[in-house]
């Protein structure tokens, strides 16, 4: 009796370029939010004689998927260019699951990237670029 998880979704975000001296600049910032009605949730069963659980998968209520984006992207004029950003969100359930907590489970609350890129000279470049994850 699996209902189809439908969603509504809304953004707003600023947008903003311009050539500081001898660097061009971007900056984004975002705010973005999400209702989730029948959203998909696990159902935890028993285990049984070896350990073995069942996971169900079940409609919930509904849930909430909200946050902001900030993305910074700098490139002087000759051979550096450094793009970066970092969202915070929140993704929680209406009601408390199985697990008993409103939060959906492996999303991240924090997460961001950086990437920086530098032409050494015609065919050559180096990059190098990370990603931050909080549990």
């Known amino acids: 009796d699996l209902k189809q998880e439908s969603s509504h979704s809304y953004m707003a975000s600023l947008d903003l370029n311009k050539l500081l001296g001898t660097t061009y600049t971007s900056f984004l910032i975002?705010?973005?939010y999400t209702t989730l009605e029948d959203a998909f949730s696990n159902e935890l069963g028993e285990p049984d004689a070896n350990g073995k659980v069942i996971y169900t998968r079940v409609n919930s209520s509904g849930a909430t998927v909200?946050?902001?984006n900030i993305?910074?992207?700098l490139k002087p004029i000759g051979?550096?260019?450094l793009s970066s950003g970092f969202t915070s969100q929140s993704s929680e359930y209406q009601e408390v699951q199985d697990w008993g907590d409103k939060t959906f489970l492996r999303t991240p609350s924090q997460y961001g990237f950086?990437?920086?890129d530098w032409t050494v000279q015609k065919g050559l470049s180096l990059s190098a670029s990370g990603n931050y994850t909080r549990k």
């Open 30 to 32: 975002e705010g973005f």
């Open 66 to 68: 909200k946050g902001i």
């Open 71 to 73: 993305e910074l992207r």
């Open 79 to 81: 051979s550096f260019e």
């Open 114 to 116: 950086f990437t920086l």
